[in-house]
């Protein structure tokens, strides 16, 4: 089989073309002479009128999640997504006693404050992937500005916060295997 130099470019540069032929009228009447079955082409929404629909893996600032109540937050302010963070734009505070240790709720260390800056945040999903306790997702929350970068952009944990029910309402197939990787450990730590 001869292989071509460049073909994976030029099938590439095809795709584009007939993506820009389908959007203009003359274009689409080219493409039936040729006989190359056309799809949608370049679609405009008319927003905000229109909301463009987003698949399940569309992703943009992060929420803290939490089970049942604000109360039972997954967090444990480890503080591994603050390192983590490219931009740093996470900003943990660990309450702590009179010696310095971390004070517990619920026999778990709990964030004291958990700040996120979004207008530095680059959406880029790390402080997710590192999460050993699957506290922190990514929402589809896209309609978010402020005339205050201080402010309105900076999230605070009490904004933060949304329920685990709310996860699974916007990312079913990722919540079901979050859920599964935490019912798998919850079975390994109960003596049976």
């Known amino acids: ?50 909301k463009q629909e987003h698949s399940e893996r569309f ?15 997954r967090c444990v ?10 931009p740093q734009c996470i900003h943990i505070v660990v309450a702590k006693d009179e010696q310095g240790r971390p004070l517990k709720a ?6 004291k404050q958990f700040d996120i800056d979004i207008s530095i945040c680059m959406s880029c999903r790390i402080c997710v992937d590192v999460c050993p306790f699957d506290a922190i997702e990514m929402d589809n929350q896209y309609e978010l500005s402020g005339y205050d970068r201080a402010g309105e952009m900076y999230f605070t944990k009490e904004k933060l916060l949304k329920s685990a029910d709310y996860f699974k309402s916007i990312k079913p197939t990722e919540a079901a295997v979050v859920d599964q990787r935490l019912a798998a450990k919850k079975k390994k730590e109960t003596p049976g």
């Open 59 to 73: 992703r943009y600032f992060p929420f803290l999640v939490y089970d049942g109540t604000p109360d039972n937050l």
């Open 77 to 86: 302010a480890c503080r591994i997504c603050e390192q983590e963070c490219p």
């Open 106 to 111: 619920n026999g778990r260390t709990l964030p």
């Open 1 to 50: 089989m001869l292989m071509i130099i460049g073909s994976g470019v030029l099938k590439g540069l095809g795709v584009t073309l007939k993506t820009f032929l389908e959007t203009y009228p003359w274009g689409r009447a080219m493409l039936r002479v040729l006989g190359i079955a056309k799809t949608d082409g370049l679609v405009t929404i008319q927003y905000p009128d229109e």
